[in-house]
């Protein structure tokens, strides 16, 4: 079955220093990469995307991914943590070639910023 | 801008009773997905739309139905409520052309049946 890891529920670092939130998956092909953010009472939002290209892809707030195809890993990292980036990570992913837009999600990793 | 919008935000059913969540998008996007979203489960696809009049199921369809009459509006509907239907109810939408696997989302609607 294809699936989405996210093996750390909850991730804690100190504002200033690096963070990584991990992502791994098992799907057929090479798929569509996607990192999305959930801020408390609110929905998911878009942070970046993996198609094809350069293996490290830059996105919103900051973040970046890089996409490792021989670990078929797309961890989520940012230099310089700020106790704004506590929320909820999602990974996702989309087989391509699946003729589908639909999502499998991970079950997501909490990010706390310690001040 | 008011992009994905879901009504209502919070409700509480008893069991067996039904309901319809609202959810709107004014940005002529052909694609909408319902999802929900349980603790420590990740979001699982319900219902999606690729455009007015065509529906299909996702993951979990089961006790769900919808309808895409238009293509702003995509209500998901209850029948008999169950307990297991307690979670947070996701609407999103996505464009076509290239920027079509990118999907946005609305706050959600917290559901609770007891």
């Known amino acids: 079955a294809q699936s989405v890891a996210q093996p750390e529920d909850q991730v804690n670092v100190a504002e200033g220093n690096p963070l990584t939130v991990k992502c791994t998956y098992s799907v057929s092909g090479n798929p569509y990469l996607f990192w999305y953010v959930q801020y408390p009472n609110r929905g998911l939002q878009f942070l970046l995307k993996y198609i094809t290209g350069d293996n490290l892809v830059k996105g919103s707030y900051g973040f970046e991914a890089e996409f490792n195809k021989s670990q078929t890993s797309f961890h989520l990292k940012k230099p310089s943590a700020l106790v704004s980036d506590s929320a909820l990570y999602f990974c996702a992913v989309i087989p391509k070639g699946s003729g589908t837009y639909k999502y499998i999600f991970g079950t997501g990793t909490r990010l706390k910023v310690l001040a | 801008n008011a992009g994905v919008t879901q009504t209502p935000k919070f409700r509480i059913l008893k069991i067996g009773q039904s309901m319809t969540l609202q959810c709107t998008q004014d940005?002529?996007?052909?694609?909408m997905y319902w999802y929900r979203q349980d603790p420590g489960m990740g979001l699982k696809l319900i219902y999606y739309s690729v455009g007015a009049g065509i529906t299909d199921k996702g993951e979990v369809p089961n006790g769900y139905n919808v309808s895409r009459s238009t293509t702003e509006d995509f209500p998901l509907r209850l029948e008999l409520a169950a307990p297991s239907q307690t979670s947070v109810y996701f609407c999103?939408?996505?464009?076509?052309?290239?920027?079509?696997?990118?999907?946005?989302f609305g706050a959600g609607t917290r559901l609770s049946v007891l």
């Open positions: 999103a939408s996505s464009p076509t052309g290239l920027a079509k696997n990118i999907q946005y």
């Open positions: 940005m002529n996007h052909n694609y």
